[in-house]
């Protein structure tokens, strides 16, 4: 008995189909990004257009693969940028100060708060929901740093950060979200 192109065609098309069905892609690691700290051009909070209470606060839990793009980037050896002693007066407040504009266009820039010793060095990683990182770096001692964001899609992403002390060790962790317009 032979099966006309027809029967083939529709085996074909139902293998396929059934084969497609079983196979999906598996997701990945990601995060919940719910708001964002609005500042002006000084770095003002505007408490009533937006404020995340997690944002700009000591928080150890930080992805697995942000923490290691975090670990990848070297710690500066310059020694002319860190304030000497140890690290003092780092309080659940956190020593970054924000980011400012939030939300922002071409730029952000994040700054930290002074006072009490400086940190070594600050690294930091710019990620979206998916934990693909668009833009990391080091920040060495006490001061800002802008970062671009031209090359993202409006929307929210979130800068995880780690402050080091002069041993390159971790002592304070946290995130803040950002707002692209």
């Known amino acids: 008995m032979m099966r006309s192109p027809r029967v083939y065609m529709w085996m074909i098309l139902m293998s396929a189909l059934v084969l497609a069905g079983g196979c999906h892609k598996a997701s990945g690691p990601s995060i919940h990004i719910s708001g964002y700290t609005a500042t002006d051009e000084q770095g003002n909070i505007l408490w009533a257009v937006s404020h995340d209470s997690t944002d700009w606060r000591a928080d150890a839990d930080i992805p697995t693969q ?84 031209t090359m993202l899609q409006p929307g929210l992403y979130r800068l995880y950060y780690s402050f080091y002390d002069r041993l390159g060790l971790v002592f304070l962790s946290g995130h803040g979200d950002i707002k692209k317009q």
């Open 66 to 149: 942000v923490r290691q793009a975090l670990d990848a980037l070297p710690l500066t050896t310059d020694t002319n940028h860190h304030a000497p002693g140890t690290i003092e007066e780092i309080s659940d407040t956190g020593v970054i100060g924000g980011a400012y504009p939030n939300p922002c266009t071409g730029a952000f820039t994040l700054y930290e708060k002074k006072g009490g010793s400086a940190p070594y060095a600050c690294k930091y990683a710019l990620v979206d929901a998916s934990l693909q990182v668009y833009s990391s770096g080091v920040i060495p001692g006490s001061g800002s740093r802008t970062i671009a964001v």
